[in-house]
C-alpha cells in the first residue's frame, strides 16, 4: 500500500500509513526524534539567527526541508517584524536551502509578487513549496510558470476560489498538508481533492508519492516509515 503524505503538519503522526513531515518553528520548537521534519524561522517569529542555531540541524538526516519560512504582509505581523527584517531572514534560509541541498516550505501572505521577485533575483537551486496554498488559479498559474510546487490544506472543503485552482494543478507539482488543524485527517484532504481532480484515490496516492520522493529525497527513510 502506498503511503499518504502530509507534507506539513504541526503535530506528530503515529500512523503507519501516513508520512508527515512536522513543522519545527526554529527557536520555539524541538526537532522530533525519529521523525521527519522541517525546520524554519517563521516571519511571525523572527528572534533567532538562523545561520548560528540551524547549521547542526539541517544535516540530521530527518530534516527533509528548510521552512516554514517567507513572508508576512498582514499589518499585526508587519508591526512587530519589518518587512526589510522578513526579507533578511528569508534569503538567509534560501541560502541555506542551496547550500545544504533541501527544498523550501514557503509561508507567503499578501505579496506573492514579492515572492515572485526574489524567486527571479536569487539563484533557487532547490524546489521551493508555497505551503496552505489560498489563492485564485491566476496566481496559482503565475507561481506554476516559476517552478513552484503548490501544496493545498483543508480550506479546499469550503473555499470555491481554491477548488478552482485546484482543479487547474497540473498532479506532479501538487502536496497536500493539514498544517495546523487538528480536525481533519491528511485521509480526508485527499479524499477531497481526488473528488476535485476527478481522478481515482490510488493515481493520486501515487503521483504525490513519487512527487515526494522527488522533492525531499528522503533517502534515509527507515523501511517500516515507507510502507
Ligand atoms: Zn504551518
Redesign the pocket.
Known amino acids: 500500500m502506498l503511503p499518504f503524505v502530509n507534507i ?3 503535530y506528530l503522526s503515529e500512523s503507519t500509513s501516513v508520512i508527515s513531515i512536522k ?1 519545527v518553528i526554529a527557536g520555539r520548537e524541538e526537532v522530533p526524534v525519529n521523525h521527519y521534519f522541517s525546520i524554519g524561522v ?1 516571519p511571525w517569529y523572527l528572534n533567532v539567527k538562523p545561520q548560528v542555531s540551524m547549521n547542526d540541524i539541517l544535516k540530521n538526516p530527518l530534516c527533509l526541508a528548510i521552512g ?1 519560512c517567507g513572508l508576512d504582509l498582514q499589518k499585526s505581523i508587519l508591526q512587530k517584524n519589518p518587512i526589510s527584517i522578513q526579507k533578511f531572514v528569508f534569503e538567509e534560509q534560501i541560502i541555506l536551502s542551496n547550500q545544504y541541498q533541501k527544498p523550501l516550505i514557503i ?1 507567503c501572505v499578501k505579496c506573492f509578487d514579492q515572492l515572485l521577485h526574489i524567486r527571479k533575483s536569487l539563484p533557487a537551486l532547490q524546489p521551493w513549496i508555497i ?2 496554498y489560498n489563492k485564485n488559479p491566476k496566481i496559482s498559474q503565475a507561481l506554476l510558470k516559476a517552478g513552484f510546487y503548490i501544496s493545498f490544506g483543508t480550506l479546499i472543503f469550503k473555499s470555491k476560489t481554491l477548488q478552482e485552482s485546484l482543479k487547474l494543478m497540473p498532479i506532479d507539482k501538487l502536496f497536500l ?1 493539514t ?2 488543524q487538528q480536525n481533519y485527517n491528511i485521509e480526508a484532504v485527499y479524499l477531497q481533492a481526488a473528488k476535485l481532480l476527478e481522478i481515482s484515490l490510488s493515481e493520486l496516492k501515487f503521483q504525490i508519492f513519487e512527487n515526494f520522493k522527488t522533492v525531499f529525497h528522503p533517502a534515509q527513510l527507515k523501511k517500516n516509515m515507507y510502507l
Do not use: L, R
Request: net charge negative; charged share 35%.
Open positions: 506539513h503538519t504541526h513543522n517563521h516554514e509561508h505551503h496552505g498538508e498544517d495546523d
